[in-house]
């Protein structure tokens, strides 16, 4: 298929998500990126979206003529999501791409043939807003307003048909910069207090709902020669939309604001505040009336979205790593902002974590498990904020909803309330798994290590970790390392720790459901129990990050490893 469409800066937050909506309602398109093309296309691919119509072109928009060296004479409609979106850029680098770079693009657009539209993305601050002042806007600003100026000045005098979009904070999988880094200081209990006062708005849009708009406009002539801003009114304050993150997460929100004009005056070290970024904080509102006559869909609703972003920020661990497959985020369970992943309906397996871990510690089992998993973080012990009463309690009302009967698979200290709800509950459950049970092995020497008290854990790397532990460096010594910083975690972590002793032999006689026993040969069973015990050979007290493929075996019951009775 013949492109009809181009995207510049195809691999970009923008960008990627317009391809993708433009692929999927039928388009030729291509992709102009300056590398990584093949990241786009693997992307794409992994979102099953159709790539018989993606064509990936190489580009660099700082160039006249743009380098393109494909055929595109059927080129149509040209998009350009290109922007060097950074703050503390030099003013020749952010003018390079914002400015020379948009303008290129018009030049080349211009000789077209079919030419229909050229979609220019710009920024809601900037819309109309004349020279630049780049002492006080900063170069990020003050190139986007100097390029939206300026292409709407070249399009004038060239006769090219040019809508724009003015899009506010764009939020979505994948939007890690601006208002994001404000979500990470308040999941890390770095934020005192909310920058700007109680009337500062900083307007958001959903990233689907960007993308359709922008795929929309070429084919409504009512579009040509306009601008629009792309915002939802109904973002809250900022105070407010801090709270209504924060409930989400199961964090504190902090109570006070500081006024702008206090922000610019406080040295940048005690701040922690990007100066280009306090333009943002104001009270100004935008006429959105043009965007939505012309919208085709109804933007979804903000509440919804924003908590939908910040579970992909935290899957994420703010950009540092890939999100988990399948369904993930926070639900409200016995008061906890619990974290899940997987099939909360109907899962065949559900995974409850050790320490100092969190669910991401069951990953490699979650790819080789052949069937639904829900695995869940523990209260107050993973990315899940604490619970209102005990461990037991929390499980049975994850698990109220869960409509199958499936095997529940418990860690060291999780064997205690998973136990005790299989004590409680047999008929929801059809098998009982405990690996590494603490309560019936020698106690771990790590949480009374001087070396590892609570002011020391809090700062230990993901490396210091995994060496700690004897498990290999990975993302779930990653996750770990990220929790233990956050406040309050690694306490709770060492308490529970040493409270996982608990004696639980009476209650486990009482369990009617089969149970099976997994541990390592390097950390056995010291009291004898009188249940199936399988032995993984070298494996110690995490055989889920060591030998998952062993461990997966036994959950199976395939009989390798062999099953030792104690």
Known sequence: MRPDSIVFGAAGFVGRALVEELLRRGHGVAAAVRGGGDRLASALAERDVPLDGLRVVTADITRPGLGLADDLADVRDVYNTAARFAFGLGVTEARAVNVTGALNVLDWAATLTYLRRVVHISGYRVS??????????????????????????????????????????????????????????????????????????????????????????????????????????????????????????????????????????????ITGAEPETLSFLSADRYDTASAQAVARRPMPPVGPALKRWADDLVATGFGTSAPPRGPYGFHRVAGSATWLTGEREHPSHVLLHGLPFDSASWSQMVERLDAPVLAADLPGLGRSSPADGPLEDWLAELLRTVGSRPTLVAHSLACGPAIRHAAAHPDGLSRLVLVAPAFLQAPAPWPRRSSLAVPVLRRMTSARLARALGVPESPATVSAAANLARPGHARRVVAAMRAARADLASTLSRVTVPVDIVVGSADPLVTPVDRPVTVIEGAGHYPQLTHPDDLVHALAGAGTPPRIGL
Request: charged residues 25%; negative net charge; glycine residues 12%.
């Open 128 to 269: 109309g807003g004349g020279a630049p002042d780049y002492r006080r806007l900063g170069a990020y600003e003050g190139s986007k307003r100097e390029g939206d100026t300026a292409v709407r000045a070249r399009a004038q005098e060239r006769g090219i048909p040019l809508t724009i979009a003015n899009p506010a904070t764009v939020i979505g999988p994948g939007q890690f910069i601006g208002l994001a880094s404000l979500v990470s200081d308040l999941w890390r209990g770095r934020l005192p207090a909310v920058p700007g006062g109680p009337e500062v708005f900083v307007p958001v849009v959903d990233l689907g709902y960007l993308a359709a708009f922008l795929a929309d406009l070429p084919a409504d002539e009512r579009t040509e020669g306009n601008a629009y801003w792309v915002l939802d009114e109904e973002t809250p304050h900022l105070p407010d939309l801090v709270k209504l993150i924060a409930a989400h997460l199961g964090v504190p929100a902090p109570e006070r604001t500081i006024p702008v004009g206090l922000l610019r005056r406080l040295p940048r070290t």
